[in-house]
């Protein structure tokens, strides 16, 4: 299915063996949406995740930025209890920190109530650094299975977040363990084991949610991972690089 190892896939392997997970691989169109449930949560890879940020107190700061359209109203939050629930643009940054909590005590999460058309919830996302991207990941926690299931459609941007192209229309994702706390985790590749999108260079994303599971999903983390240098790339680089030192040094005897 791949061409080569993909690191937040493996991730979600180990994590499926470890705790008893189901891993569904479920074909849309061009992306391959691979959907894992755990009982005892995953952890982020943050390494060529270009929608990483350092995690602050409060959300976001420095050159991060991100928007949301239609965020949970008063009563649409009604379900969080306690915790880590933010629902404005200062919790945003909880979804881009690394930290997938595992379970909602985590107080790392953010709560998304969705909506139909154009109530729906937006959230728009700049690339740290515009890059391909050889796979997305999105991820849920609660203390049981009654918000987790994922939903949402996601589209690119190429020039700056001006227009949008369809990724996917309709990613879906339930949890099937009988275990909880529930936790899962969605991963998107491309069939064809390259870069999403044909390999554009992709400035911003767009997470679209659509209705969601009892009103309210608690997300924890969306990440985006830029593809890694094959080692044969890098042993140019480094020849390309010990050359040009050399040359200096020769210049400046």
């Known amino acids: 299915m791949f061409s080569k190892p993909n690191s937040i896939f493996l991730t979600g392997m180990v994590a499926a063996i470890a705790s008893t997970s189901v891993l569904t691989a479920i074909s849309t169109g061009s ?14 890879p943050t390494a060529n995740d270009v929608l990483y940020h350092e995690p602050t107190l409060g959300g976001a ?6 928007s949301i359209a239609n965020p949970p109203n008063a009563t649409e939050a009604s379900w969080n209890g306690s915790g880590g629930y933010r629902s404005d643009i200062s919790g945003l940054g909880y979804l881009f920190d690394g930290i997938a909590p595992s379970n909602q005590f985590g107080n790392n999460w953010f709560g998304v109530a ?5 109530s729906a919830t937006v959230v728009t996302v700049p690339l740290q650094t515009a890059s391909a991207l050889d796979s997305i990941a999105t991820y849920t926690v609660w203390g049981d ?7 949402y459609s996601v589209s690119y941007s190429t020039d700056g977040g001006s227009t949008y192209t369809t990724l996917d229309s309709s990613v879906a994702y339930t949890y099937s363990l009988a275990t909880t706390p529930a936790a899962t985790e969605v991963v998107l590749t491309d069939s064809s084991g390259g870069a999403l999108a044909g390999g554009a260079i992709i400035t911003d994303l767009q997470f679209t949610f659509g209705p969601q ?9 969306i990440a985006a991972y830029a593809p890694v240098p094959e080692p044969s790339t890098l042993s140019v680089l480094g020849v390309g690089a010990a050359g040009l030192l050399l040359l200096l040094r020769r210049r400046t005897a």
């Open 114 to 118: 969705g909506g139909t058309g154009s």
């Open 145 to 151: 299975s009654g918000r987790v299931n994922q939903s």
């Open 213 to 221: 599971q009892n009103n309210g999903v608690a997300y924890s983390e």
């Open 31 to 44: 992306v391959i949406v691979s959907g894992t449930s755990s009982s005892t949560g995953f952890t982020v």
């Open 61 to 66: 700061t420095g050159s991060y930025s991100a």
